[in-house]
């Protein structure tokens, strides 16, 4: 089950979602999140995007009788996952977790998220924050110190970290990170160092689709292939 970004839908899937069904596996994804703006979701706050997973996770599972679903998250999707995951009974249906750039530490979006307590003091964005899913991902906000993502507090589900360095939105990249005897991190560059690519691409670059890929199916894992990845332009065509 794929599961997107922030102001984002299941388009950006377009480039894994193929490959997942090329290599034999049944791939689901929806569009949540959404309010009165249309169809660019995850903005409402966490817990009900959560809601929302989980409705489709049942759905999925008494259509196809699965025991289990894997989760593949990107972004924000990351945090709604593991709330789903942690808080709404979902460790029992899930096999994998896998997030992209999951900012569960919390992001300060390069410092913009400085902004957001000068914003609220004058009135007039507290509300809005109220409803905003990529506000409660700020640091230090009660939803980030209720989350405390704790990988260990579910043992029999492998998680799979992916980060880029040179991520611009989950800063720092760290945040994507996690701790724990089941926790496998990725950071791209440690990988192929000429893999440039930035937040919003990671969905689509081939060696982030590589290692979702491993997670997948560890037992037949292979080392990645590299190439140029420049940031905002993906590979150089060939």
């Not at 596996?25 to 309010?35: A, F, Q, R």
């Not at 799979?160 to 040179?166: D, N």
């Not at 945040?175 to 000429?194: E, I, R, S």
Request: charged share 10%; glycine share 10%.
């Amino acid at each position: 089950m794929l599961i997107h970004g922030l102001s984002n839908d299941t388009i950006s899937w377009n480039t894994l979602s193929p490959v997942l069904a090329h290599t034999g596996y049944c791939v689901y994804t929806i569009t949540y999140g959404t309010e009165s703006l249309g169809p660019i979701g995850a903005t409402v706050p966490v817990q009900d995007s959560a809601t929302q997973i989980g409705d489709f996770v049942d759905e999925v599972e008494a259509a196809t009788g699965a025991k289990h679903v894997d989760l593949v998250s990107h972004s924000i999707g990351g945090a709604v996952a593991y709330y789903y995951l942690s808080r709404l009974g979902g460790a029992s249906k899930v096999g994998r977790y896998i997030a992209l750039a999951a900012p569960l530490h919390g992001s300060t979006l390069s410092g913009l998220a400085g902004l957001q307590p000068l914003v609220e003091s004058t009135g007039s964005g507290a509300a809005a924050t109220r409803r905003c899913g990529p506000c409660q991902l700020s640091p230090g906000t009660p939803f980030l110190q209720d989350l405390e993502p704790n990988p260990g507090a579910t043992p029999q589900i492998p998680f799979t970290m992916i980060v880029t360095r040179y991520d611009q939105i989950a800063t720092p990249y760290t945040t994507g990170l996690l701790d724990g005897p089941n926790v496998h991190n990725v950071v791209l560059q440690d990988l192929c160092p000429t893999d440039f690519t930035e937040h919003n691409e990671l969905t689509s670059d081939p060696v982030a689709i590589h290692e979702v890929l491993d997670a997948l199916d560890p037992a037949h894992a292979t080392p990645p292939t590299c190439t140029m990845v420049l940031p905002l332009l993906g590979p150089p065509p060939r």
